[in-house]
């Protein structure tokens, strides 16, 4: 395994990131800790999850994917562990607090002292903002327009919350998900201009079907000590090239869960079938390669990989062992600029 630092903290973070959004959902109890095991064994010491999680989210499973984490946490050594999860942001989901999440005070350490309850833990050593608190582009959505009835949390008062959080010893270290550059760059401007503890990495969705990150926020990334946590590296499955030709295997996950359509339209499964016809020729896994491609980054800290089975969470994390030759890098380049962010 391989080890990044993550930004200016004094701890290094697995290449690796195991996601746990599954769990719950697709995988049991018993599954969540035999890849906890497994990934730990391989060298993974970074996990990520999240409050809302598993995914699609719902009433009946909000919280089991924190709560199989600790269960299993409990039987570790903790300091070993570097533990992220997430407080959603703006939202309605009804059986979430008062059915109105925001990033006040209020919510945010309602849903801190939540998680600490379901993974069995006194800190978290990243804790993350899901989702911005105002109107802005994520979770596909492109194209920025303000809305003049949106009415946000202000930053700074976020901001104090999580640095409350941070001096009480609950939060270690604070980070971003599914920011803009112009959001990331106000959480460090507030973090300089009051005193509080500067933002340390932001999770976006990051593969060969979506590159978007490299527009503004890789440089933001690199000059500032941001580092990228890419979620949905293999675009849910779809890199694999599992899907390709209408295929929809048993329990996989565009199988059971018809309304994930982002990574899975015309253009993107053209560009898919490019990219597993590429690996192929050079003798590759292609999950691996699209793994592989997302690894070498250098504005990268962790790659989030998912799995529901062994088998494919050991295939995933082996490709920190797989080196791209410049030829395959090139003609993934080439492919990128005849199909250019087809799942954004």
């Known amino acids: 395994m391989n080890y990044r630092r993550l930004s200016r903290t004094d701890l290094n973070v697995s290449l690796i990131c195991l996601g746990t959004m599954t769990w719950g959902e697709q995988n049991t109890e ?29 009433a009946e499973t909000y919280g089991a994917t924190e709560k199989y984490i600790g269960t299993w946490l409990k039987r570790q050594q903790r300091e070993k562990i570097i533990l992220a999860t997430k407080v959603i942001g703006c939202s309605d989901f009804s059986y979430v607090r008062d ?5 006040d005070r209020k919510n945010i350490e309602a849903a801190l002292n939540a998680s600490l309850k379901r993974l069995q833990t006194d800190y978290i050593d990243l804790y993350q903002l899901h989702w911005p608190d105002r109107n802005t582009n994520y979770f596909g959505k492109l194209g920025y327009e303000h809305d003049p009835s949106d009415d946000p949390i202000p930053i700074d008062e976020t901001l104090t919350v999580l640095g409350d959080l941070v001096a ?14 112009w959001g990331v760059m106000t959480f460090l401007r507030a ?10 990495s932001i999770q976006n969705p990051y593969s060969l079907l979506n590159r978007t990150f490299e527009v503004g926020l890789a440089e933001v990334a690199h000059h500032e000590d941001v580092g990228l946590l890419a979620y949905s590296p293999l675009g849910f499955g779809v890199l694999s090239g599992k899907y390709l030709n209408g ?44 793994l592989a491609y997302v690894n070498s980054r250098s504005f990268l800290t962790s790659t989030i ?4 089975s062994l088998e494919q969470l050991r295939n995933n ?10 030829e395959v890098v090139s003609a993934i380049e080439m492919i990128h600029q005849g199909h250019p962010n087809p799942a954004p």
Not at 277 to 283: C, F, I, S, T
């Open 247 to 290: 295929a929809r295997p048993v329990d996989a996950r565009l199988t059971l869960f018809t309304r994930f359509t982002r990574y899975n339209n015309a253009v993107a499964v053209a560009a898919t079938q490019k990219y597993v016809e590429l690996a192929r020729r050079h003798g590759l896994d292609p999950a691996q390669m699209a």
């Open 317 to 326: 994390i082996a490709s920190v062992d797989v080196t791209l030759s410049p």
């Open 99 to 103: 059915g109105s999440q925001r990033l």
């Open 168 to 181: 009480a010893g609950k939060v270690r270290h604070i980070g971003l998900s599914n920011e803009s550059p």
């Open 191 to 200: 973090a300089e201009r009051l005193g509080l503890p500067r933002v340390v």
């Open 30 to 58: 018993t599954e969540a800790h035999q890849q906890l095991d497994a990934a730990v064994a391989a060298g993974v010491n970074f996990i990520d999850t999240a409050e809302m999680y598993p995914v699609p989210p719902k």
């Open 305 to 308: 990989i998912g799995a529901t």
